[in-house]
Structures are given as structure tokens and as C-alpha cells.
């Protein structure tokens, strides 16, 4: 059983990788046909590695959005809003005026989120 204090981590569904799995096998017709394209594989591999990486993780009082480079760490205090545009990941608006992106967080996630943020982000689905 989770605690009230346990992080909640919002991830891409490995799934995902069924799909770069594919992407990579369509890839080696053209390159075993011209063997200059090879570099060309890495393609997938950093595919692969961002459904890895990239994720939110939000607890108590803080929310971290982790990219393929960093990982960036805001107080849910520090958040005015969240804000979604269709077919992208939610963003949460910060008060200074910056918007973060938040990996892997969707409207059907949202509830992950508000239990996690303790009341900060309400749930659309209650």
C-alpha cells in the first residue's frame, strides 16, 4: 500500500518501445541497401531512451519534470496553473511567467497528479 507522502511517477507506457521496435526494423532495409545510412540508427536508440528518461514526478511539495537533458524541480506554491493543448503534455504555468512542461502528464493522468499535489490541482473527475 502507497503512503499519503509517496511520490507519484507519471511515465510514458513502455509500450512505446514496441513502436520504436518497429521504426528501427523499417530502418534496416535503406541502410543494410546504402550502408552510409547507418549512423541513422541512433534514431531509435534515443527514442528509446527518452520514453526512459523523460517522466513527472510529483510529491507532496514539489512537482520534477525530468527532459532527456535535466530535470527541473518547482514548489507546487511556485505553480499558477496547468494548461493543456491538444495532442501535447500538460504545462504548468509558473508564476514568474515561464511555462514547464510536464512529461508524460495528460488529462486522463490528471487525477495521479491532484492526489499527489494534495489538493493543489483539483480533479476534473470528482
Do not use: C
Amino acid at each position: 500500500m502507497a503512503t499519503p507522502d509517496a511520490p507519484v511517477v507519471i511515465r510514458m507506457s513502455p509500450m512505446a518501445h514496441v513502436a520504436v521496435a518497429f521504426v528501427a526494423f523499417a530502418m534496416l532495409l535503406p541502410v543494410l541497401a546504402l550502408p552510409w545510412l547507418t549512423p541513422m540508427l541512433i534514431i531509435p536508440v534515443l527514442a528509446s531512451v527518452a520514453i526512459v528518461r523523460l517522466r513527472t514526478v510529483a510529491k507532496r511539495d514539489t512537482v520534477t519534470a525530468r527532459s532527456l537533458l535535466k530535470s527541473t524541480t518547482v514548489g507546487w506554491d511556485e505553480i499558477k496553473g496547468l494548461k493543456f493543448v491538444k495532442g501535447s503534455w500538460a504545462r504548468a504555468e509558473l508564476r514568474n511567467g515561464r511555462e514547464l512542461s510536464l512529461p508524460a502528464v495528460s488529462f486522463s493522468t490528471l487525477p495521479l497528479l491532484a492526489a499527489a499535489s494534495g489538493g493543489r490541482v483539483p480533479n476534473p473527475y470528482q
